[in-house]
């Protein structure tokens, strides 16, 4: 997020709410003063009362999620509305869910018998993850991979959690904040009309194309992850979001399946 444009599409500074990486979520689980949005990274706005809407589209993405009795393995799941949803659907259908991400995040979230939680970082955290089960039918993770992809080694990641994969299991790669896609709404008359009702009424964004973006996602971290799944015999896409989730503009999914 530059200077130039830092709507949130709702006029919050995401700004205020950066954070860097595990450390700095392990940091915000314990603080009190944040709401279990915040300690996620979210102001509240984006997930208040929308974890239903996000799960929605989630199930629509990941088939084996709506069936019963499912091994599902959510890494990173923070303590916001979503993993609460997610965790009564598994509930619901049966399903047994692992749960990965620091022991002060997984202590926010409830306790069930058909939760396993695991603290620690993603891939470090495998060989406990292996040791829960077999293999798994669903794999979640959610606005997750761009803090991987700063700090860690992404590729291992992904090539690490896709071998995780039953056959015709899937792993959702979800809420990747593309840069190339923000600019390219930014550039767009419905991107600098939200950009005039959001961030500068007087002004449009002054949206700047051939930099080097570090430590950002952009097309091409979106289009090589695919190309390596595939070759990796996945099959792989990348989806939409849902036009009412809140950053739909500039995020979208990708889901990797394994035949
Ligand atoms: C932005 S929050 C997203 C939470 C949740 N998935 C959601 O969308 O509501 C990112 C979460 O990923 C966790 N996380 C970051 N890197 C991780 C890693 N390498 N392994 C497991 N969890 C990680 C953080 O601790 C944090 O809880």
Not at 162 to 178: H, K, Q
Request: net charge neutral.
């Amino acid at each position: 997020m530059t200077q130039r444009d830092r709507s949130s599409g709702t006029g919050i500074d995401p700004a205020a709410y950066s954070v860097a990486g595990f450390e700095d979520f392990r940091r915000r689980a314990a603080d009190p003063r944040l709401s279990p949005h915040e300690k996620s990274g979210f102001p509240d706005l984006y997930r208040e009362g929308r974890g239903g809407t996000i799960l929605n589209d989630i199930l629509a993405k990941m088939p084996p999620l709506c069936e019963r009795g499912r091994r599902v393995l959510d890494i990173g799941p923070g303590s916001s509305s979503l993993p609460m949803a997610v965790i009564e659907h598994c509930i619901r259908q049966q399903h047994s869910l692992v749960m990965v991400d620091s022991a002060e995040m997984l202590a926010l979230l409830p306790d069930h018998a058909a939760i396993t939680k695991i603290a620690g970082a993603f891939p470090a955290a495998l060989p406990a993850v292996q040791k829960s089960g077999a293999g798994f039918d669903a794999i979640l993770v959610y606005s997750v991979a761009q803090y991987v992809f700063a700090e860690g080694n992404l590729w291992s990641f992904v090539d690490l959690a896709a071998g995780l994969l039953n056959p015709g299991g899937t792993l959702l790669i979800g809420d990747l904040p593309n840069a190339s896609m923000r600019k390219r709404f930014l550039a767009s008359a419905a991107g600098r009309e939200h950009h005039r009702r959001h961030v500068d009424p007087n002004n449009d964004p002054v949206v700047d194309f051939n930099l080097a973006e570090p430590g950002q996602i952009n097309d091409a971290v979106v289009f090589a992850i695919l190309q390596r799944m595939r070759l990796a015999g996945f099959d792989a896409f990348v989806l939409p979001q849902a036009p009412e989730l809140p950053q739909a503009s500039r995020r979208e999914d990708i889901l990797i399946r394994r035949p």
